[in-house]
């Protein structure tokens, strides 16, 4: 086999085998498919696109490239759940300990982000002690003991999909349905889950900024998960504007454990909702959304989902009282109210925006390297269609300096006012 005659066949829109796509990502994990013969490659993918059959062969070949978790020790269905990425999205640390209190295995493994924040990691650890330096060994028994555990990644997992996500980067071909489906599906089915479900967002501060695409990629990956034997369900969520209020890692946290208790903003609790019923009903333990839903809401009302979220912290050598007493999370030493300087209703939030401010105080990594401050963030008080009078506060700066302006400057620039009342957005949009 030759990489040129690969790449020729792809460039004229035929359909590769199994054989062919592991010869390509085998020989370029491996080096012997230089950069230049591999970008040519995927700019071929980019304009011809592959058959949902090829974009499954190249899924598993990418699965295939390096370590799989084996959670076969852990009784049950180990259902997992992906977000393509927004702002404000804390959804992993509510969904975990929620779907865990119906008995359902929750095995996660996380990272800790790039970006506007950091990953449910980080999050975590602005519980004081938490960790997740844990063995494989440990995390299947915690998981069997409790139904919960977070463990960091580790091993060498996907590593074609590392070296081809930074050749994407650069030869512009990031934006290519059947190459983000299976990167985002390799890394998944690679640590161990049964079933996944997946929150595909669309909207400014999102991935996909447009809803066919949105559509096109999560119909991409329902279709991947099916034909290698993982069940999968998608949900399009709206990112129009941050989910919830806070976007910072300990408000984020608080804001978490508010849902947990029932008091969450009213968007994030029901993307949970929406979420969790889908993962209880691929679990096998509700026979439809509805009857999971009502599951879940039980689990919230009686407390025993925020029971399940203490054990959870305190079995990773976190401090539990946090959940009584939300001062214990790291604090930070200013609150910088943002003023409106018009009057109306808000039209718009650039999720981006704030999610960039956020970042400028801290919060988020510019680099691998950048240190996270787990103290600082934002707290929105206005969200779209809320009336707002000039002077009213729209938001709260949590920083550790007083030197904020350009965090003001972008959270003022993310508002946009109009004198009507704009008509409600769905959360949730059809696949
Ligand atoms: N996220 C991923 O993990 N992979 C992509 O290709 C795009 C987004």
């Known amino acids: ?138 995390f299947i028994e915690l998981v069997n003991q409790n139904k919960i555990a977070v463990v960091g990644q580790s091993g060498n997992l996907t590593p074609a999909d590392k070296k081809i996500y930074s050749l994407r980067d650069v030869t512009a071909t990031v934006n290519s349905i059947p190459l983000i489906a299976s ?98 009903v691929l679990a096998g333990k509700a026979n439809s959304e509805e009857e999971a839903r009502t599951m879940l809401e039980e689990v919230i009302a009686n407390g025993k989902a925020l029971q399940v979220f203490k054990q959870f912290l305190s079995a990773q050598g976190g401090d539990p009282s946090v959940v009584d007493d939300v001062t214990k999370l790291p604090q930070a030493t200013y609150q910088i109210p943002v003023n409106s300087t018009e009057s109306g209703y808000i039209s718009g939030i650039v999720a981006d925006e704030i999610g960039v401010a956020a970042m400028l105080l801290g919060a988020g990594r510019a680099t691998k390297e950048s240190e996270i401050d787990l103290s600082v963030g934002i707290v929105l008080h206005k969200k779209i269609g809320d009336a707002v009078e000039a002077g009213e506060s729209i938001a709260t700066i949590y920083s550790n300096t007083e030197e904020v302006d350009d965090v003001i400057n972008r959270i003022m620039k993310a508002y946009d006012y109009s004198k009507d009342k704009p008509s409600p957005m769905p959360l949730i949009y059809n696949l």
């Not at 020790?73 to 969904?95: F, Q």
Request: proline residues 2%.
């Open 1 to 138: 086999m030759r990489m040129v005659d690969i790449i020729a066949k792809k460039r004229d829109g035929k359909h590769l085998s199994k054989e062919e796509i592991h010869f390509v990502i085998d020989g370029y994990t491996n080096g012997q498919i230089p950069d230049y013969q591999m970008s040519a490659f995927l700019m071929a993918v980019f304009f011809q696109g592959m058959s949902s059959n090829e974009t499954a062969k190249l899924t598993m070949a990418m699965v295939k490239s390096g370590d799989q978790i084996d959670l076969s020790g852990i009784e049950g269905v180990k259902v997992d759940k992906h977000s393509t990425g927004g702002v404000g999205d804390t959804t992993t640390l509510i969904l975990a300990p929620l779907v865990s209190a119906l008995g359902i295995p929750v095995a996660k493994m996380s990272g800790r982000g790039l970006g506007h924040t950091g990953g449910t990691i980080d999050k975590l650890e602005a519980v004081q002690g938490f960790h997740v330096e844990i063995s494989e060994q440990q």
């Open 183 to 280: 990167s985002i599906m390799s890394k998944k089915i690679a640590a161990g889950a049964d079933a996944i479900v997946l929150d595909v967002k669309v909207g400014a501060g999102a991935f996909m900024k447009q809803l066919d695409d949105a559509r096109e990629l999560a119909n991409a990956m329902v279709e991947i998960g099916n034909q290698v034997g993982r069940k999968t369900l998608a949900v399009i969520s709206n990112m129009e504007q941050p989910l919830g209020y806070a976007v910072g890692n300990a408000l984020e946290v608080k804001e978490a454990i508010e849902t947990l208790q029932g008091k969450g903003p009213a968007d994030l609790h029901e993307l949970c909702l929406v979420l969790g019923s889908k993962m209880v």
